[in-house]
């Protein structure tokens, strides 16, 4: 097989990571979306992902450009979030915790969305998202099944 050969294969690989990522995030958007309603409150959606899904009745995050669009936006830090105890339906984490720098972190940063939401669904890279190992500012694997989530150091 030659270098372009494999670089072509490898290409594909990514693309077709990313579009199940994509689908993914959208169709567990679309749970918590449907889980605040039910609830009659708020989607708290936290880590903006400039469009890349919905943005909720509320969008936080550290880069407010990431919001744009959504009804309300909040500049705060998934770890803070200024808002009241079960103010939301639920809260929808997309690709944030595996940015924070520690196990530590993440966990209050979960403490926090289920402080702030009857129900969490969270979104990060997949173990097999080729970018996800090179991403730089990459430091944990967050996978949930259910309510239960799972919180690995990257390397």
């Not at 989607?43 to 903006?48: C, D, F, Y």
């Not at 936006?73 to 520690?102: C, M, N, Q, W």
């Amino acid at each position: 097989m030659t270098n372009l050969q494999i670089a072509i294969l490898l290409g594909g690989y990514q693309i077709a990571v990313s579009c199940l990522e994509r689908k993914q995030r959208q169709d567990v958007y679309n749970l918590a979306y449907r889980a605040a309603l039910e609830r009659g409150k708020p989607l708290v959606v936290v880590g903006g992902h400039k469009g890349r899904h919905g943005t909720g009745h509320v969008c936080v995050d550290v880069n407010t450009e990431s919001c744009r669009g959504a009804p309300v936006i909040i500049k705060a830090d998934i770890r803070d979030i200024p808002l009241p105890d079960k103010y939301a339906g639920a809260a929808f984490a997309s690709h944030v915790l595996e940015h924070l720098p520690t196990v530590f972190d993440a966990e209050i940063a979960m403490k926090e969305l289920y402080r702030i939401a009857d129900r969490v669904f969270i979104v990060s890279p997949h173990k097999w998202n080729p970018i996800a190992w090179l991403h730089p500012d990459h430091h944990l694997w967050v996978t949930q099944e259910g309510e239960t989530v799972t919180l690995q150091r990257l390397l």
